[in-house]
């Protein structure tokens, strides 16, 4: 009962609360893992994951039950990819980035495996984070 309602619940830790800043061109500075909070365009509110980094590139993952049906609303998996522009907190500084799946079933593997998992649960869904400059412009009043 509680991995079904685990995997059906979202947390929701409100708006992002660091400073706005430009995304840098590596991520290695955050090592093998490191809590970030992830805030969806559609959705009001933040909630917590681990980013982690791959040659610079910055990434999350879900859970393996991300895709199962939820309590209220649809799994932020999901949105991300309906709606694939998005913020992310990390050591109290926000980046807009645009999130993009890892579709190819070897590269996610080989990911997972990379970040100590003995196996590739089918149903966890991984992002690679580029910098979004519109989402910057935006949030530095810049852009309208």
Not at 49 to 67: D, E, M, T, W
Not at 78 to 94: C, K, M, Q, S
Not at 124 to 134: A, V
Request: net charge positive; with cysteine; charged share 15%.
């Amino acid at each position: 009962m509680v991995l079904i309602l685990g995997g059906c619940w979202q947390s929701n830790r409100g708006p992002l609360t660091g400073h706005h800043t430009k995304a840098p061109p590596n991520f290695a500075f955050i090592g093998y893992t490191s809590p970030c909070y992830l805030e969806l365009p559609t959705v009001p509110r933040s909630f917590a994951v681990n980013c982690f980094q791959i040659n610079g590139v910055l990434h999350i993952h879900s859970n393996r039950f991300a895709k199962w049906p939820r309590l209220i609303g649809e799994s932020w998996v999901d949105t991300v990819r309906r709606a694939p522009e998005v913020r992310v907190e990390l050591n109290g500084l926000i980046y807009a980035m645009i999130a993009t799946p890892v579709d190819n079933e070897q590269r996610r593997q080989a990911i997972l495996k990379r970040r100590g998992y003995w196996h590739a649960w089918q149903g966890i869904t991984i992002f690679s984070f580029t910098p979004s400059q519109k989402m910057l412009q935006t949030a530095n009043g810049s852009e309208t």
